[in-house]
């Protein structure tokens, strides 16, 4: 990897936490290579914290698979991973020409990353594979009135929990379907207590590590406060849910769990859990050992090595910018030019 030691964080959004950690792991390896980045909002944090920004079309444009290519072709990078929901099915496909260009895409196969973002065919998929999915019906042709209430109206291809909704009976389930303008699931609404594991698979679809947390309050589907967990079974759950269904790279399970019955996995993310800095101060050195992955070392699996009871609250920060010209820098460059008469 020293002559492609770079990294590209594909719609990088907000996720400012993990591209400090992947600059954080790159200085530490110390072969030169930057967190480069995309995103189509100009004032997506993320653009003002990386080392380079790069522009990539719409994620729907047909050439975004090969933009991504040639940004890895020609900036040496090593290792491609998506930070939202938004591309990880088109990276995959594209996986055959980022490979071409020297880079490795942090994704299981299109089929795989198709299964976890469509409600339906992950529950079709973990039942393959003989992993706990909760009850699942499709919303047309199902006796809507023999349901098992309370039931969850899931959209099926869906983020930060839009169009979700909890129904205690059949009038309920009516009313909000009517409303629901996206394609969606019937899904049994399960009892007990939520959870996430952040884990990491490795090229190959092993289970490197897995740290489960606890879900203590979370808004729009992001967590912000959570704790880690002494948890085998959960670190279980996800070890066999990674070698089950071929997951690939950073990757977050979310279940459901009543005393110790495994109820049913709900969600698959195949990319950095919203609560990503959680793990990471766990022990969790996760961009660190993609680094290691993308320059063809071996990773050993480390199941269980992280430490329990760290507890993440979460607040609001920002980057202050001004404009000058066409140009978006931070604050404190023009505050200190300024100050200095510009010299």
């Excluded at 604050?331 to 100050?339: L, N």
């Amino acid at each position: 990897m020293p002559d492609r030691p770079s990294v590209l964080l594909t719609c990088a959004g907000q996720r400012v936490d993990i591209v400090r950690a992947f600059r954080d792991a790159l200085a530490r390896r110390g072969e030169g290579g930057r967190v480069i980045v995309s995103d189509l909002d100009p004032l997506s944090p993320s653009l003002h914290s990386a080392d380079l920004v790069v522009q990539l079309p719409a994620v729907d444009d047909p050439g975004y698979g090969q933009a991504v290519a040639d940004v890895a072709a020609r900036e040496g990078v090593g290792a491609v991973l998506p930070l939202t929901d938004l591309d990880p099915v088109i990276l995959a496909e594209a996986a055959p020409l980022v490979a071409a260009a020297g880079a490795r895409v942090f994704l299981p196969s299109p089929e795989t990353a198709a299964g976890c973002q469509d409600k339906w065919l992950c529950h079709e998929m973990l039942e393959a594979a003989g992993l706990p999915s909760p009850p699942t019906w499709p919303v047309d042709g199902t006796d809507r009135d023999a349901l098992p209430y309370p039931m969850m109206i899931k959209p099926r291809i869906g983020f930060a929990g839009r169009w979700i909704h909890r129904c205690s009976d059949r009038e309920e389930l009516e009313f909000n379907l009517a409303r629901t303008p996206v394609a969606s699931v019937l899904q049994q609404a399960l009892p007990g207590e939520e959870f996430s594991i952040d884990c990491l698979a490795s090229l190959d679809g092993r289970a490197i590590a897995a740290i489960p947390r606890a879900m203590l309050q979370s808004k729009g589907g992001e967590q912000i406060k959570g704790e880690t967990l002494d948890d085998p079974q959960l670190v279980d759950l996800a070890a066999r849910t990674i070698e089950g269904i071929g997951l690939v790279g950073p990757c977050t399970i979310q279940c459901f769990r009543d005393g110790d019955v495994i109820l049913g996995i709900t969600d698959i993310n195949t990319r950095f859990g919203g609560g990503f800095p959680l793990p990471l101060a766990a022990g969790g050195d996760y961009p660190a050992l993609i680094l290691a992955m993308a320059a063809g070392e071996e990773v050993p699996p480390r199941l269980g090595e992280y430490q329990s009871g760290v507890v993440m609250t979460r607040f609001l920060s920002e980057h202050i910018l001004v404009r000058d010209g066409d140009t978006l820098v931070p604050m404190a460059y023009r505050d200190e030019e300024a100050m200095t008469g510009g010299i």
